[in-house]
C-alpha cells in the first residue's frame, strides 16, 4: 500500500494534468483517423527513414573524424566486461532511497551496447558482432527495463519486478526503442551471430511494449509532462519498425496519437515548459522525435510544423538562454544546461526558424559535437541517428547568440529582460509567478533571479540528485523545495505550501526602453497560518543601472519577525548596516536596504552533490534580512547595483 501511495505522490510532483486547461486542439488525430491511418502510413518493411549497415555510401558520408571517433568508442570497450544487475542493489531504492546504484549499472550497460552498434556501423568488419550479441542477450534478460524508482506502478508495487507484470516507464520504452532500431540497422548482421537474436529482440518488445501499451492505459498516456512525449516517441519507434501486423501496428501508432494530443492539448498558448528548459529535451524535445517519426512514416502527410503552438515549443529553449550553458531555472531545472545542439537545429529547420538554427550551431560549437562520439545515455537512437546525418549542414551554419532583450511567458508567467538588446551586457532578471503544483514544483512563487553580464549573481539553487525522497511525501522538507531557499519571503515564520491552490494573484507585466516590471501578490501562496492579507511584490530591471525589489504587505496579525530571504552563489559581506557587498571576479555587487528596518546576516550552505555540486562548486549562501519592527503593514524597497 506504501508504494502505491509514493506512485500518486510522484504523479502529483511529476505532472500537472489534473490543474493544466484542455483545450481540444487534437492536432493528430485530426489528421488521420484511426481507418484512414492505415492508408497513410508505410508498411513496416518499406519504412526506411536511416540507411542500414549495408548501405555504406551514405555511412561514408559522415565526417572521418565522428567515423574514427566512434570506431575508437567501441574499442575502448572490448577491454572491460558486462556488469551484472544483483536484486539487492534493485532493492537499494526500497531499502534506502537510492537510486543511482541501479542506474549507473543499467544506463551503463546500456551506453556500452550502443558503443559497440556505432563502432560496427562504421567500421562494418565484424568485430564488435559477437559483444553486441552479448549485449542484447543481457537486456532481453533482464526481468525489468526501467529502474526501480518506477517499479511501483506495477500491481505489486516497489520491490523487486514482477516479471508476469511489465509496465512501461522511461527506460523501458528507451530500451525497447533501442533494441528496435539496432534490429533495423543491422537485423541481418545479427542473424550472421544468430537467426534467434531478432527472433528474441520482437519475443521481448512484444511481451513488455507492444501488448501492454495496447491492453493497458498507463498515467501518462494521458499526462501532461515529459512522460508523455518521452515514452510514446520511444514507443512509436518500437511499432514503426519491429511490428509486422499492418492492423496492430497502425492501432498501436493511433493509440500514441491519441495519447500526445492530450499533451498537446494540454499545453499553454505560449509553449513554455513549466519543468524548464533543464526539461525541455524530454519534454518538447522528445515531442520533435515524435513528430520526426511520424512525419516520416506517413511521407509527410502528418505534419504538425506550421503550427504556431509547436513554433512555440521549440523556441522557449532560446528565449530561456541567458549565455554560455547558463538558463533560467526555476522548478527542478538546473542553472547550467547542455541541450542537444543537432535536436535544435533540426527543430529550427522543420519550423523555419533561422535563428533557433542559429541558436543549434551555437551550442554545437560549446558541446564539440563534430568531433565527439556521443553515445546516448540510455539506448535510443532517436536523436543521436538523425544527428549523425545533418553534422555538415549543422557546421555550415552561422551559430547565433539570441539575447533576446525581453520574453514574456503569459500563460506560464514567466519573464526575462536584459539590459541591452542583442548583448549579454548588464544585467538580466528573470521572474515567475505561477501555484505550487507545476511539474517539479518548488515553492517558489514570486522568486527572482539575476544575472550580470552573463553570470550569476541572486541564484534559484535549483535541485540536487534525486532520490526517493523527491517524489515522496516528504519532498519539501528537502533544502532547495523550500521557499526560505528562494529569493522568497518568510512571513510570521510560515513559508509558502504547496498545492495547486497556492498561486499568484494579480500578476502583471509591463516593459519599455527603459525598463522592464514584473508585479504580483504572492499572498496566496501561503497558508493561513501566515496571517497574511496582501503581499504585493513588484521586481524591476532599470536597464544599465539595476534591479529594484519593492514588498508591501498587509498583515492580520504579528506572529515573527518578517523575513527576506536571498540566495546567492557569490560570498556576502554583510559588515555594513544597510549594504551587503557580493564578491566576484568579474565585479562586485551591492544590495542596498534600509538598516534602520532590517538586520542582515548571511549563512553559508554546504553543497555535496553530484548535481549542485558542477553549477555552484562546494557552496551558496543565503542572506537572510529580519525586520525590526511589528508592523502590521509594510513596504521596503532592496536595490541591486554594480559596485563602483
Known amino acids: 500500500m506504501e508504494s502505491r501511495k509514493c506512485i500518486i505522490l510522484f504523479l502529483l510532483f511529476a505532472s ?99 558503443a559497440f552498434v556505432l563502432a560496427e556501423i562504421f567500421e562494418n568488419k565484424g568485430r564488435f558482432l559477437d559483444e553486441i550479441a552479448n549485449g542484447i542477450w543481457l537486456v532481453c534478460e533482464e526481468t525489468y527495463w526501467g529502474i526501480p524508482a518506477h517499479v511501483g506502478a506495477q500491481k505489486k508495487g516497489t520491490d523487486l519486478p514482477d516479471a508476469e507484470d511489465p509496465t512501461i516507464d522511461l527506460f523501458a520504452a528507451e530500451t525497447g526503442a533501442m533494441l528496435a532500431y539496432i534490429n533495423y540497422l543491422m537485423g541481418d548482421k545479427l542473424k550472421q551471430v544468430s537467426p534467434l537474436l531478432p527472433e528474441r529482440i520482437y519475443y521481448e518488445e512484444n ?33 514503426l519498425f519491429l511490428e509486422k501486423d499492418s492492423v496492430r501496428r497502425s ?46 512514416s506517413s511521407n509527410g502527410n502528418i505534419n504538425l510544423y506550421g503550427e504556431p503552438l509547436i513554433k512555440k515549443m521549440g523556441q522557449f529553449i532560446y528565449a530561456t538562454w541567458i549565455k554560455d550553458n547558463y538558463y533560467i531555472n526555476f522548478a527542478d531545472a538546473s542553472a547550467k544546461s547542455a541541450p542537444d545542439a543537432g535536436l ?77 538588446a542583442d548583448s549579454p551586457d548588464g544585467f538580466y532578471l528573470a521572474a515567475k509567478g505561477g501555484h505550487n503544483a507545476e511539474s517539479h514544483n518548488h515553492n517558489d512563487i514570486g522568486n527572482f533571479i539575476v544575472y550580470y553580464n552573463g553570470k550569476p549573481v541572486l541564484i534559484d539553487a535549483g535541485v540536487g540528485t534525486y532520490t526517493s525522497k523527491t517524489f515522496s511525501s516528504k519532498r519539501y522538507e528537502i533544502w532547495t523545495m523550500q521557499s526560505q531557499y528562494h529569493n522568497l519571503p518568510t512571513i510570521n515564520g510560515v513559508q509558502q505550501k504547496e498545492g495547486k491552490d497556492f498561486r499568484a494573484q494579480n500578476v502583471k507585466y509591463k516593459k519599455d526602453k527603459k525598463e522592464a516590471e514584473f508585479s504580483l ?111 502590521l503593514k509594510g513596504r521596503y524597497e532592496v536595490d541591486l547595483s554594480l559596485l563602483n
Not at 289 to 294: A, F, G, Q, T
Request: glycine share 6%; hydrophobic share 40%; aromatic share 10%.
Open 16 to 114: 500537472a494534468a489534473i490543474i493544466k486547461p484542455q483545450v481540444k486542439r487534437d492536432l493528430l488525430c485530426g489528421k488521420a483517423s484511426n481507418e484512414q491511418l492505415a492508408g497513410v502510413l508505410i508498411p513496416q518493411d518499406k519504412f526506411h527513414p536511416f540507411p542500414v549497415i549495408d548501405e555504406r555510401s551514405e555511412w561514408l558520408k559522415i565526417s572521418p573524424v565522428i567515423r574514427e571517433a566512434y570506431i575508437k568508442k567501441g574499442e575502448e570497450q572490448l577491454s572491460k566486461q558486462w556488469q551484472t544487475l544483483p536484486a539487492s542493489v534493485f532493492l537499494d531504492y526500497k531499502r534506502n532511497g537510492n537510486r543511482t546504484r541501479y542506474e549507473d549499472i543499467c544506463f551503463g550497460r546500456r551506453q556500452r551496447l550502443m
Open 207 to 239: 511481451r513488455r511494449i507492444i501488448t501492454p501499451y495496447l491492453e493497458k492505459d498507463a498515467w501518462w498516456k494521458t499526462g501532461t509532462n515529459n512522460w508523455n512525449p518521452w515514452i510514446n516517441s520511444n514507443a512509436l519507434a518500437v511499432f
Open 251 to 296: 492501432k498501436a501508432v493511433y493509440k500514441t496519437m491519441e495519447s500526445v494530443d492530450v499533451l498537446i492539448n494540454s499545453y499553454p498558448e505560449d509553449g513554455g515548459c513549466d519543468e524548464g528548459p533543464n526539461y525541455w529535451t524530454r519534454a518538447a524535445g522528445c515531442l520533435f522525435d515524435y513528430l520526426e517519426l511520424l512525419y516520416s
Open 344 to 420: 535544435i537545429f533540426r527543430f529550427g529547420k522543420r519550423i523555419d526558424d533561422p535563428v533557433m538554427q542559429g541558436f543549434g550551431a551555437l551550442i554545437a560549437e560549446q558541446t564539440k559535437i563534430y568531433e565527439i562520439a556521443r553515445v546516448p545515455e540510455y539506448g535510443s537512437l532517436n536523436t543521436t541517428l538523425p544527428n549523425l546525418f545533418i553534422l555538415e549542414e549543422l557546421n555550415k551554419t552561422k551559430p547565433v547568440e539570441p539575447y533576446l532583450q525581453d520574453i514574456w511567458l503569459p500563460d506560464l508567467q514567466v519573464m526575462a529582460a536584459r539590459s541591452s
Open 521 to 631: 501578490d504572492i499572498s496566496k501562496c501561503y497558508p493561513p497560518e501566515a496571517m497574511v492579507n496582501s503581499y504585493e511584490r513588484k521586481i524591476e530591471l532599470i536597464r544599465g543601472e539595476k534591479i529594484v525589489l519593492t514588498d508591501k504587505y498587509n498583515l492580520k496579525e504579528w506572529k515573527a519577525p518578517l523575513i527576506l530571504n536571498l540566495m546567492t552563489s557569490l560570498e556576502p559581506d554583510c559588515s555594513v548596516k544597510g549594504r551587503i557587498i557580493l564578491k566576484s571576479a568579474g565585479g562586485s555587487f551591492a544590495v542596498e536596504y534600509d538598516g534602520a528596518k532590517f538586520t542582515a546576516i548571511s549563512e553559508e550552505i554546504k553543497i555535496n552533490d553530484a548535481r549542485l555540486s558542477p553549477v555552484w562548486g562546494n557552496r551558496v549562501y543565503r542572506i537572510i534580512m529580519t525586520a525590526l519592527d511589528k508592523n
